[in-house]
Structures are given as C-alpha cells and as structure tokens.
C-alpha cells in the first residue's frame, strides 16, 4: 500500500465537515483511495463487514478483528465492556457506535451471535436518558422495527436534529442579549441627552 493511503488508515476523516482546505481535501481523496484499495484486496467474505464501515481506519480495524481469534476470558472482558459502554459527554453518536459495533463484533468472532434485537439493546442502553428518552421511546414504536441499521440510522438523525436545536437556541440567545445591549445602549444615550440638556437650559437661565 502506498505511503499515503498507509496514512489514511492510520488517521481519520471526518467526512461530515466542510471540506474547507487544500488538506483537508487531499485527506479525504487518499482515503477513498485506501478505501478502495482495501476492498479491491480482500475476498469476497469481508464484505459485508466492509460495507458498513465510512473510513480506510474503520475498514482495516474491521478486516484486523474478522481475522483475530479470541479465548473465553477475552469475551468475558468484552461483555464487561459492552454493559460498561456508556455514551461520553463529548463522544459524537458515529465513534459511539463503532465502538459498540466494534465489541459486538469481537463477541461474533468468539463464536456468540447476538440476535439484532439484542444488538440494537446495546446501542441504546449506553445513551444518557435525559437526551435520547424521547427518540428511545419513537425506536420502540418504529413501523421499520428495532433493526440495529434503522437503530443507528435515527440515533445519528437524532443528534443531528439536537445539534441544529442547540444552534438555534444559542443563536436566539445572541439575539437577545444584543438586543439587550442595544436597550441599554439606547437607555444611557437617552439618559446623558437629557442630562445634556438640562445642563444647556441651566446655563440659559444664569
């Protein structure tokens, strides 16, 4: 593999920002390129793991742990850890679930298939209920089921719908205090007009 694609799978491209420079760009050319680069390398028994992954790094994790055996004790770390799997303060929901994803997997590779209603279990279990209780309540009910893609897909449209409130909301909060300091601003003029006059009118009269 060339030097650059071998960074690619060493770094990480966010794909979901603006790509506003020359490396950023260039970043994100050579991890297509790693990208297929890998898939064009394997056989076809990878993938369907492959499919899903969104970066070079995620595919070569993925193609490491297909090919990674593990003892008992080992899926016994990785059940800990995946009951332990709670959500970081400031964890984006896309790294969140790879990291799931990625012990799920593990768990797979030791020979424990988890049914996929389990599965999507796990992907909520670790969110804060103060945040995601109410689309936690709309997966239940979903039509489409509680199938770990449509799971993924409405927790990563959910933070995007929470991120674009939070913008709003603290671009409503500017606003306002603007048009506070723009009051008072307004208030202090008035007040040293008025004062500037009474002084002009006291002269006048002496």
Not at 49 to 62: G, Q
Not at 102 to 128: A, Q, T
Not at 176 to 187: C, F, G, I, M, P
């Amino acid at each position: 593999m060339k030097h650059e694609c071998w960074e690619a799978v060493q770094g990480e491209v966010n794909r979901e920002e603006e790509v506003s420079s020359q490396v950023a760009a260039f970043r994100v050319r050579m991890d297509d390129k790693a990208q297929s680069l890998i898939v064009s390398s394997v056989g076809d028994e990878f993938l369907d793991d492959l499919d899903e992954c969104t970066s070079a790094r995620e595919m070569w994790e993925t193609l490491e742990n297909a090919c990674t055996s593990y003892d008992i004790l080992q899926e016994i770390l990785f059940f800990r850890e995946l009951s332990r799997g709670e959500k970081q303060e400031t964890e984006t929901m896309q790294p969140y679930l790879s990291r799931i994803q990625d012990l799920i997997k593990k768990i797979g590779k030791c020979g424990l298939e988890l049914p996929d209603k389990v599965v999507s279990m796990f992907f909520l279990i670790g969110l804060p209920l103060d945040q995601y209780e109410g689309i936690i309540r709309i997966i239940e009910i979903s039509p489409e089921g509680q199938t770990p893609k449509n799971v993924k897909m409405k927790l990563l449209l959910e933070e995007k719908r929470m991120k674009h409130q939070s913008e709003r909301t603290d671009n409503n909060s500017s606003a306002k205090d603007s048009h506070k300091v723009l009051e008072v601003q307004n208030a202090r003029n008035f007040s040293n007009k008025v004062q500037e006059n009474r002084e002009t009118r006291d002269r006048r009269d002496n």
